[in-house]
């Protein structure tokens, strides 16, 4: 059966024209109107051309005029500051494009100028804020400034003490300032704050229980891992430091699921396979073990594919 869609009828000079139907823009004019939508960015008139690339990017059949009119639409939507345009035609590129080198360059400067621009607007706006101290907090601490971080965090604690994270950022700090051999006590009590704040943060389960690992505390790290990944059954690190602190303590057969786990939700990295082959050899399992180094090698080489037998 034919739908009866409504017609719209155009009246011209010459008489009347039939066959656009209405409240939809055929593709070959959508193709028109980008074409001359990216001949004024290209001649500087973005302001004329954003609103064309808005309107006919998402109506474009040809891939490869589609490529070119998102980026000119995202070229255009950051020269005018427009954030909602720019970040519709970075989503729309990196969804149709994924693998497109120029796509994943364009994505990460403008993201990267987004965020800059965002965090401008954010000191700018509400410079008292503790987000606006939060966030200059994470500068120090990208930086390696650790006592400028805690410095800050534990300001906005201190009028903010139930904030959600600021006590695992401060903890997050603290570790790295004390180094692979430093003192983890007062890291390990703003992680415990934590957790009073945010009860189900599958990070700081995740933390402790690799502070207890390191430390030879099975069983607290067992717990805090097992606690991790039934926060978050998708934290596949979880699984690993749940293994691995089995097979410490000398539990291999047990420490085969939470191996597999991790093997199954991280393919390609060589130490889950290379931690199941230990695991099934010291379980009996044979065969296990042989394919898992197998495939240990395998993900190693596709790591460094020029270091292959080394």
């Given at each position: 059966m034919r739908s009866?869609?409504?017609?719209?009828?155009?009246?011209s000079a010459g008489g009347l024209l039939f066959g656009q139907t209405a409240g939809k823009q055929a593709p070959a004019d959508s193709s028109a109107v980008a074409e001359r939508a990216l001949k004024l960015a290209e001649d500087g008139r973005c302001q004329e051309a954003l609103p064309l690339l808005n309107r006919a990017v998402p109506r474009l059949a040809?891939?490869?005029?589609?490529?070119?009119?998102?980026?000119?639409?995202?070229?255009?939507?950051?020269?005018?500051?427009?954030?909602?345009?720019?970040?519709?035609?970075l989503m729309l590129l990196k969804r149709e494009f994924p693998s497109d080198p120029e796509v994943l360059y364009i994505c990460v400067?403008?993201?990267?100028?987004?965020?800059?621009?965002?965090?401008?607007?954010?000191?700018?706006?509400?410079?008292?804020?503790?987000?606006?101290r939060r966030l200059e907090a994470e500068a120090?601490?990208?930086?390696?400034?650790?006592?400028?971080?805690?410095?800050?965090?534990?300001?906005?604690?201190?009028?903010?003490p139930k904030e959600p994270?600021?006590?695992?950022?401060?903890?997050?700090?603290?570790?790295?300032?004390a180094g692979d051999s430093g003192p983890t006590d007062e890291a390990r009590a703003e992680f415990q704050k934590e957790l009073e704040v945010d009860p189900r943060n599958s990070a700081v389960e995740?933390?402790?229980?690799?502070?207890?690992?390191?430390?030879?505390?099975?069983?607290?790290a067992l717990r805090?891992?097992?606690?991790?990944?039934?926060?978050?059954?998708?934290?596949?690190?979880?699984?690993?430091?749940?293994?691995?602190?089995?097979?410490?303590a000398n539990r291999f057969a047990?420490?085969?699921?939470?191996?597999?786990?991790?093997?199954?939700?991280?393919?390609?990295?060589?130490?889950?396979?290379?931690?199941?082959?230990?695991?099934y050899g010291r379980s009996g399992n044979r065969e296990g073990a042989m394919r898992e180094a197998a495939a240990q090698k395998e993900a190693a080489a596709r790591q460094h594919p020029g270091g292959a037998g080394h």
């Open positions: 009866h869609w409504p017609v719209l009828v155009i009246v040809d891939k490869q005029l589609l490529h070119r009119a998102a980026m000119g639409q995202a070229r255009c939507a950051m020269a005018r500051e427009d954030a909602q345009s720019a970040v519709s035609a400067h403008y993201f990267s100028e987004l965020a800059a621009r965002t965090s401008q607007e954010l000191a700018a706006k509400a410079p008292s804020s503790f987000q606006a120090f601490e990208s930086h390696g400034k650790w006592d400028e971080a805690a410095g800050m965090y534990r300001g906005i604690l201190k009028q903010n994270g600021i006590h695992y950022r401060l903890g997050q700090v603290l570790l790295a300032k995740f933390t402790l229980g690799e502070l207890d690992r390191h430390a030879g505390h099975l069983d607290d805090h891992f097992t606690r991790a990944s039934q926060i978050d059954p998708e934290f596949a690190e979880a699984y690993l430091g749940l293994g691995l602190s089995l097979a410490a047990d420490a085969v699921k939470p191996f597999e786990t991790y093997v199954k939700m991280q393919p390609d990295d060589p130490t889950g396979h290379y931690q199941l082959a230990v695991a």
